[in-house]
C-alpha cells in the first residue's frame, strides 16, 4: 500500500524509497533518492544464511530510512574445521544462467575465512518496447527511425543489448576471528558489476532504461565485551540512464556504529548507541558543470550523526515484556533535529497466547536529488527560456507513525495462527513542482526560468490492514499460508505538479485553478498498490527428494505515470492485472554432497506484465547441480 503513492511522478519517486536493506547490519541504501538496487547487490543467495525481516517503522532501532521496516541479510559462518566448498550452477529459459561458489575454510576454533563468487546472465522475455509516443510496443529500431527522422537522438546508445534484461557478478571475501560469542572480529570486502534494464531512469520514450553499476565495499565489524563496533564504505560508479545525459556519477557511503549494552538496571536492558552516516554524490567527472549538464552539478554530501538508547523490562512473572526505543538524528540537510521512537508491549497470557502492540514514529533522510537538484535547460519550452531543475534544503523529511496489534495462538502441537491488525499514517511526501517564474539577464538578454523545485506537498496517506497467516512444521513437512488485506486512502491528492504561480504546468492549461492545492480536503481511494496479497509456502521430505511449493498472489492496481500529465487519452496509465504465480521445485539427493533440481517458475504461465508498460514475463523451466564438500 505504500507504493506510487504519488500519483502523475517520475518512476523513480513513485517507487518503494521507505524500505532499508542492511547486510550484516551494513546499510546498502541509495542515496540517491532512496530506496535499494536490488541488482548492485555483491552478495547470492548462496552466500547467505539467513535473512532477518523487521516490519514497520523501525528508525529508532536502525536509523533513518527504516520506515516500512527492515531487511538484514546475514552471510553464511563456518562452523567446522577444515576446508567447505560449495557450488550452485543453475541454467533454464530466456537463455539464464545463474552461479555461485564459495571456498572457505576453519583453520582453527577462532579463524574462519571465505571467497565467494557469483554471476547471474538472463534475456529479457520480449524484444519490444512500450512507445509513449506512438502508444504501442515496436521494435527499438522501429522507435529510433521514428525518433531519428524528427531529429532526436536521445535514445542512441541507451539500450546497448537489447535483448538482455541482466549481466551481473560479484566477488566477496569473509574473515572471523571469534573468541567467543561477546568477544569477535569480522571482516569482509568486495565488488560487483551489474548492467540491467528497468523501469527506474525516465526518458520519455519508454519506461525501460538501461542501468550500469559497479561499486566496491569493505566492512569491519567487532564486539569486545559489551560494546559493539562497525565501520564500512561503499564506493563505485553508477548510470542510472544510459544515454540520458547528466544521469552518472560517482558515490560513496560511510558508516560508523559504536553500541553499549549495559548491565541490567532495576530490572532493565538498556543499549545506547552512537552512528554517523554519510554519502557523498560527485556528477562533475561526466558533465560540464558550467552550463548546469548534470542532476546536481558538483560534489554534495549528507551527514546524519544520531544517538539512540533502546531498553526493555519484564514483569509480573515474565508474562509482561515492555520494550522502547528513541533516536535523535541530526542532520546536515535539513539542518534540524528529528525524534524516532518504538513502544512495544507483549502480553504472553500463557503457553498458547500471546498478545502484541506496538506504536511507532520514523522518518526517512533525505536524499541527494531532492536536496541538491540544480539543472539548467535553456529554450527547453521556448526562445529565451529555462527550464531549472531546483533541489531544496528546508523540506520537511517524510513521517510515518505505525500502530500494531497482533495476537499469536499455538492451536496445536505442530500449529501456529498469527493474526494483526495495523494503521499507517504517512504524511510531508515531496516532488518537484512547478513553481513562480523568475526573469534573470544572460548577457544582456531577459531570459525567464521556470523552476521545476523540490517542495513539500499537501498529500497524506492513511492504511488500515490486516494479516492473518497460519504455520504447520513437523519433521518432513512445513506448510505456511498467509493473506493480507489493506485500504490505502489518499488525503488532499492532486493529479498536478504545479503551484498556482506556475508559469509553465505541462498540459495544464490554467494553474491558477488546477494546482497541487487542487486536492485539499478530497478524499480518494489508492489504487497504485494492490489490496491483497497473499499465498502459500510448502516443504516436504520424502527419503532423497525434496518438494517445494511457492505460490503467491496479488489483486488489481492501476499505475498513474509522470507521463499522464503529458496525455489525456490515458497512456500514461496502466492497469496491472492480479496474478496468481505458482513456483515448484525439486531437488534429488542421491548423495549427502550432491543435488540435482528442477525449479519450474510461474507454474501456470501468468504471463501479464507487473509494472507500467514493462515486459511480459512467462513461464520458465530451470534446470541446476549443487555439490557440497
Known amino acids: 500500500g505504500g507504493s506510487n503513492i504519488q500519483r502523475n511522478s517520475l518512476y523513480s519517486i513513485s517507487a518503494n524509497t521507505k524500505t532499508l536493506v542492511m547486510i550484516n547490519s551494513r546499510p546498502v541504501?541509495?542515496?540517491y533518492l532512496g530506496g535499494t538496487f536490488w541488482e548492485n547487490m555483491p552478495i547470492d543467495l548462496g552466500d547467505v544464511e539467513r535473512i532477518e525481516v523487521v516490519r514497520g517503522a523501525t528508525s529508532a532501532m536502525y536509523g533513518p530510512n527504516a520506515v516500512s521496516g527492515v531487511i538484514n541479510i546475514i552471510?553464511?559462518?563456518?562452523?567446522?574445521?577444515?576446508?567447505?566448498?560449495?557450488?550452485?550452477?543453475?541454467?533454464?529459459?530466456?537463455?539464464?544462467?545463474?552461479?555461485?561458489?564459495?571456498?572457505?575454510?576453519?583453520?582453527?576454533?577462532?579463524?574462519?575465512?571465505?571467497?565467494?563468487?557469483?554471476?547471474?546472465?538472463?534475456?529479457?522475455?520480449?524484444?519490444?518496447?512500450?512507445?509513449?509516443?506512438?502508444?504501442?510496443?515496436?521494435?527499438?529500431?522501429?522507435?529510433?527511425?521514428?525518433?531519428?527522422?524528427?531529429?532526436?537522438?536521445?535514445?542512441?546508445?541507451?539500450?546497448?543489448?537489447?535483448?538482455?534484461?541482466?549481466?551481473?557478478?560479484?566477488?566477496?571475501?569473509?574473515?572471523?576471528?571469534?573468541?567467543?560469542?561477546?568477544?569477535?572480529?569480522?571482516?569482509?570486502?568486495?565488488?560487483?558489476?551489474?548492467?540491467?534494464?528497468?523501469?527506474?531512469?525516465?526518458?520519455?520514450?519508454?519506461?525501460?532504461?538501461?542501468?550500469?553499476?559497479?561499486?566496491?565495499?569493505?566492512?569491519?565489524?567487532?564486539?569486545?565485551?559489551?560494546?559493539?563496533?562497525?565501520?564500512?564504505?561503499?564506493?563505485g560508479t553508477q548510470d542510472e540512464g544510459l544515454g540520458n545525459l547528466g544521469q552518472k556519477w560517482d558515490f560513496r557511503t560511510s558508516d560508523f556504529l559504536l553500541e553499549y549494552d549495559f548491565k541490567k538496571i532495576a530490572g532493565i536492558n538498556f543499549r545506547a548507541s552512537f552512528n554517523s552516516r554519510s554519502a557523498i554524490y560527485d556528477d562533475t567527472p561526466y558533465v560540464n558543470v558550467a552550463i548546469k549538464q548534470g542532476q546536481f552539478n558538483g560534489s554534495r554530501n549528507l551527514n546524519t550523526n544520531s544517538v539512540s538508547l533502546r531498553g526493555d523490562y519484564n514483569f509480573w512473572e515474565d508474562k509482561i515484556r515492555i520494550s522502547g526505543a528513541m533516536r535523535a538524528d541530526k542532520f546536515n540537510i535539513p539542518d534540524d533535529i528529528y525524534l524516532s521512537w518504538l513502544v512495544s508491549v507483549n502480553y504472553k497470557k500463557n503457553e498458547r497466547n500471546n498478545y502484541r502492540f506496538t506504536y511507532q514514529r520514523a522518518f526517512r533522510s533525505p536524499n541527494i536529488i531532492f536536496t541538491y537538484a540544480d539543472r539548467y535547460l535553456k529554450n527547453l519550452l521556448g526562445s529565451n527560456t529555462a527550464l531549472a531543475v531546483e533541489g531544496n534544503s528546508t523540506v520537511k523529511l517524510m513521517e510515518s507513525n505505525v500502530f500494531e496489534f497482533g495476537y499469536r495462538v499455538r492451536l496445536g502441537t505442530n500449529l501456529l495462527l498469527d493474526a494483526e491488525v495495523f494503521a499507517d499514517f504517512t504524511k510531508n511526501y515531496s516532488n518537484f513542482l512547478y513553481t513562480a517564474p523568475k526573469i534573470i539577464n544572460e548577457n544582456g538578454t531577459n531570459v525567464m526560468v521556470q523552476p521545476f523545485k523540490t517542495e513539500n506537498i499537501p498529500l497524506q496517506a492513511r492504511q488500515f490492514g490486516g494479516t492473518v497467516s497460519l504455520f504447520y512444521s513437523q519433521k518432513k513437512l512445513q506448510i505456511r499460508p498467509y493473506i493480507t488485506y489493506q485500504n490505502t486512502t489518499l488525503l488532499n491528492s492532486s493529479f498536478y505538479s504545479n503551484t498556482a504561480d506556475a508559469f509553465f504546468a505541462g498540459s495544464n492549461a490554467n494553474p491558477a485553478i488546477h494546482n497541487i492545492n487542487s486536492g485539499i480536503g478530497k478524499q480518494e481511494k489508492h489504487t497504485g498498490s494492490p489490496d491483497i496479497f497473499g499465498g502459500i509456502y510448502a516443504n516436504y521430505q520424502y527419503d532423497k527428494f525434496n518438494f517445494n511449493l511457492n505460490c503467491y498472489f496479488f489483486s488489481n492496481s492501476t499505475y498513474y505515470s509522470f507521463q499522464n500529465g503529458a496525455y489525456t487519452d490515458g497512456r500514461g496509465t496502466d492497469d496491472i492485472s492480479g496474478k496468481f504465480i505458482a513456483n515448484f521445485k525439486v531437488i534429488y539427493a542421491p548423495i549427502t554432497s550432491t543435488s540435482i533440481f528442477l525449479n519450474i517458475r510461474n507454474v501456470f504461465d501468468q504471463s501479464h506484465r507487473e509494472f507500467f508498460k514493462a515486459d511480459n514475463a512467462g513461464q520458465i523451466f530451470y534446470g541446476g547441480l549443487h555439490f557440497e564438500f
Do not use: C
Request: aromatic share 12%; proline share 1%.
Open 29 to 31: 541504501y541509495n542515496y
Open 75 to 235: 552471510t553464511k559462518r563456518l562452523e567446522e574445521a577444515g576446508g567447505h566448498t560449495v557450488v550452485n550452477v543453475q541454467q533454464g529459459g530466456n537463455n539464464t544462467y545463474i552461479n555461485n561458489a564459495s571456498i572457505g575454510y576453519k583453520f582453527n576454533r577462532q579463524l574462519s575465512a571465505i571467497i565467494s563468487g557469483n554471476s547471474q546472465i538472463r534475456d529479457r522475455s520480449q524484444n519490444t518496447y512500450y512507445s509513449l509516443e506512438q502508444n504501442q510496443y515496436l521494435s527499438f529500431e522501429e522507435i529510433i527511425i521514428k525518433k531519428v527522422q524528427t531529429g532526436d537522438s536521445t535514445l542512441i546508445g541507451a539500450f546497448p543489448r537489447v535483448d538482455v534484461s541482466m549481466i551481473k557478478y560479484g566477488v566477496n571475501a569473509f574473515l572471523e576471528y571469534k573468541y567467543d560469542d561477546k568477544n569477535y572480529l569480522q571482516a569482509s570486502a568486495g565488488f560487483q558489476n551489474s548492467q540491467v534494464q528497468k523501469v527506474y531512469g525516465e526518458n520519455f520514450e519508454t519506461p525501460l532504461s538501461t542501468s550500469l553499476t559497479n561499486s566496491r565495499y569493505w566492512d569491519i565489524r567487532g564486539k569486545l565485551g559489551r560494546w559493539t563496533i562497525q565501520n564500512s564504505q561503499q564506493m
